[in-house]
């Protein structure tokens, strides 16, 4: 398994090929949800060759927006599949990879340890202080795209979408949860002081 250059391969895609417009779906967000990955695979104490795949697919997760944003989890796991066995991925590891990919789409249902720590890590930055300030690029992403109008918009759907969020590690848990409470009860004292203003 050539696992390095399977990373410099989508990674060099991903920096030369996206649309300017995806301004959270973008190389850093990818970088991202590798590192946050990586830090949960060892607190979660993955084997190495688990680790390999779950970077893997870090990596990849996102490389469907290459393409298409809507449905963007199967093209990227098309993408894994046609690319990885080039980097001597087996048939199985392709297919662990794209179950980790699947597991990203909103909602979320992960069904084994590696899918659930690659759906943690892709929304890793909910429980983060730098919340803010990346759900701000991911609202300049939708409201560019006609898919979210005002802030206020924005505040509801982050708030719907938090309450029904939960993690699924132990470690993303330990790690995230009390922060990403913080920041819900802060989009909460937006929507009331908006509402109250108005």
């Known amino acids: ?115 659930r720590i690659l759906a943690d890590a892709d929304l890793d930055y909910l429980g983060r202080d730098d919340f803010f300030e990346v759900g701000d690029k991911l609202y300049s992403e939708l409201h560019s795209a006609g898919a979210i109008g005002s802030k206020t918009d924005w505040d509801k759907m982050q708030l719907d979408f938090m309450e029904s969020h939960s993690y699924f590690t132990k470690s993303a848990i330990n790690l995230r949860q009390a922060k990403k409470a913080a920041n819900l009860a802060q989009i909460k004292a937006q929507l009331l002081t908006h509402h109250t203003t108005k």
């Open 1 to 115: 398994m050539q696992f390095k250059q399977a990373g410099e391969f989508i990674t060099n895609k991903l920096k030369k090929e996206l649309p300017a417009n995806y301004i959270y779906h973008n190389i850093d967000h990818t970088t991202d949800v590798y590192y946050a990955a990586e830090n949960l695979g060892k607190l979660e104490k993955i084997s190495s060759a688990d680790m390999k795949l779950l970077l893997t697919s870090a990596w990849y997760h996102d490389s469907g927006f290459l393409r298409v944003s809507s449905g963007h989890e199967e093209e990227s796991c098309r993408i894994a599949a046609t690319a990885l066995p080039g980097f001597g991925y087996t048939e199985n590891e392709i297919n662990i990879i794209c179950g980790m990919i699947r597991a990203t789409r909103i909602p979320q249902s992960p069904k084994t340890q590696l899918e």
